[in-house]
């Protein structure tokens, strides 16, 4: 069984953000992926996703190409992104913390200022795949097989996650 989306903090927006290491491939997959969704099912008045990474070296870069390239194959807009550092305050403002992997996570834990974002906001980004939690792995050290199977899960939690958002956020 998959876990269930928190409350919204304020009635009729809720903000989810999705957290890796750099921002370059599997969050900025999953935000991608997510806001496609979201409009889609007709949630992105009241529904805003968000992407980060823990570390800063990529701050500003293009999302990975190999990954961008991907996405727009798949008929995604991969090119508004740029990657951005998660900051404590920045993780306050938000209903939902997804990180990528158990690191990531534990990164997020770390940061201190969290007592907003308990353990019912900050998961894992698996914990809503039907098909069972688990880390999203790292695709950037490998070929493109890595990819596609990143935007396999990204795309079946991603649908998951839109149904739990639809019940939450009402009109």
């Known amino acids: 069984m998959t876990a269930s989306v928190p409350a919204p903090r304020s009635p009729g927006r809720y903000v989810v953000s999705v957290v890796c290491l750099g921002n370059i491939c599997r969050s900025p997959m999953a935000d991608v992926v997510l806001q496609a969704r979201v409009a889609d099912a007709g949630l992105d008045d009241r529904v805003e996703v968000l992407s980060a990474g823990t570390g800063d070296w990529h701050a500003g870069d293009r999302m990975d190409r190999r990954a961008a390239a991907l996405l727009t194959s798949e008929g995604y807009d991969a090119s508004r992104h740029r990657a951005q550092q998660v900051l404590p305050d920045w993780l306050d403002q938000h ?8 690191e990531n996570l534990r990164d997020l834990r770390a940061l201190g200022a969290l007592a907003g974002a308990g ?53």
């Open 119 to 171: 353990p019912q906001r900050l998961r894992l980004f698996r914990d809503f795949d039907p098909a069972g939690p688990g880390d999203v792995p790292d695709p950037y050290y490998g070929g493109d097989a890595g990819f596609r199977g990143v935007l396999d899960m990204v795309e079946r939690t991603a649908d998951a996650l839109v149904a739990q958002l639809a019940a939450v956020v009402p009109d």
């Open 95 to 102: 209903d939902l913390v997804l990180a990528m992997d158990q």
